[in-house]
């Protein structure tokens, strides 16, 4: 494969490259992009789960937000070593990002990434206690295990061998985020008055994160092999997941 056109045509028919050497300027692009996303929304979502770990209303609670924090960082650094194959200034990421900064709760950023920050929009959005944030954990951990489960199928391997090897680990995370919403309405069915208006804040905010029902970049990411499928589909899978959840619960 001598040829950007020919590595093109082996990527659009379900060829995988396992080095950066052979990758197209876009392809490469494109993939960092990927990269850059999930690092930087791990490196924040860890970052507004720390500050809420003392709020855990048992030891085990303690226990698993800590956890979460933990594997998150690890799930980051796991990313950011594929990045650094592709020449990415990773020092940015040494103690230099502020991860845990956050804009106002009720305000709307829409769905432009911020510059210098590629984090899911969701991820500039304040925690609110704990029942929010384990709240919050449902919804964008259902939502990050149906994109991981979309991304270990990608036609960069290294990357999705990755994906697959911390997808358990994140669907971990999103079951210990239902125990604790039962956990919280069975402590006090008072609270889920407070879990209802959780999930109505959360849940627009993490759909945005599926990104549009028709869009060029997909298109683009598709014909790579990096996506496989559409957005709207993957959307569609998590909305009726979150929602079946709570129903399950009464909320």
């Given at each position: 494969?001598?040829?950007?056109?020919?590595?093109?045509?082996?990527?659009?028919?379900?060829?995988?490259?396992?080095?950066?050497?052979?990758?197209?300027p876009?392809?490469?692009?494109?993939?960092l992009r990927?990269?850059?996303?999930?690092?930087?929304?791990?490196?924040a979502?860890?970052?507004?789960?720390?500050d809420l770990?003392?709020?855990?209303p048992?030891v085990?609670?303690k226990?698993?937000?800590?956890r979460?924090?933990?594997e998150k960082?690890d799930?980051?650094?796991r990313?950011?070593?594929?990045m650094?194959?592709?020449g990415?200034?990773t020092?940015?990421?040494?103690?230099?990002?502020?991860?845990?900064a956050?804009?106002g709760?009720?305000?709307?950023?829409?769905?432009e990434r911020?510059?210098?920050d590629?984090?899911?929009n969701?991820f500039?959005?304040?925690?609110?206690?704990?029942?929010?944030?384990?709240v919050?954990?449902?919804?964008?951990?259902?939502?990050?295990?149906?994109?991981?489960?979309?991304l270990?199928?990608?036609s960069?391997?290294?990357?999705?061998?990755?994906?697959?090897?911390i997808?358990?680990?994140?669907?971990?995370?999103?079951?210990?985020?239902e125990?604790?919403v039962?956990?919280?309405?069975?402590t006090?069915?008072d609270?889920?008055?407070?879990v209802?208006?959780s999930f109505?804040?959360w849940?627009p905010?993490v759909?945005?994160?599926?990104?549009?029902?028709k869009?060029?970049?997909?298109?683009?990411?598709?014909?790579?092999?990096?996506?496989?499928?559409?957005?709207?589909?993957?959307?569609?899978?998590w909305?009726?997941?979150?929602?079946?959840f709570?129903?399950?619960?009464?909320?």
């Amino acid at each position: 494969m001598s040829g950007e056109t020919d590595i093109q045509d082996y990527l659009a028919k379900g060829g995988k490259l396992s080095a950066p050497d052979n990758a197209p300027p876009r392809y490469r692009a494109e993939l960092l992009r990927i990269m850059a996303s999930f690092v930087d929304s791990e490196l924040a979502g860890a970052a507004g789960f720390a500050d809420l770990i003392n709020a855990g209303p048992g030891v085990k609670e303690k226990i698993a937000a800590s956890r979460i924090v933990m594997e998150k960082i690890d799930h980051a650094e796991r990313v950011l070593n594929i990045m650094g194959e592709f020449g990415a200034n990773t020092s940015r990421y040494m103690n230099v990002h502020p991860w845990g900064a956050r804009v106002g709760r009720e305000e709307n950023i829409g769905a432009e990434r911020r510059d210098g920050d590629m984090r899911l929009n969701v991820f500039h959005y304040p925690l609110s206690g704990w029942t929010d944030a384990v709240v919050m954990n449902v919804l964008m951990g259902r939502a990050t295990v149906i994109q991981l489960k979309e991304l270990f199928y990608c036609s960069y391997q290294p990357l999705g061998e990755v994906f697959h090897d911390i997808l358990p680990r994140e669907r971990r995370h999103a079951e210990l985020g239902e125990e604790g919403v039962r956990k919280i309405i069975d402590t006090d069915p008072d609270q889920k008055t407070e879990v209802a208006a959780s999930f109505d804040y959360w849940r627009p905010r993490v759909a945005d994160t599926f990104g549009g029902e028709k869009s060029a970049r997909y298109d683009l990411l598709n014909n790579f092999g990096l996506r496989h499928t559409g957005n709207e589909s993957l959307k569609e899978k998590w909305a009726k997941e979150v929602e079946s959840f709570f129903a399950s619960v009464k909320c």
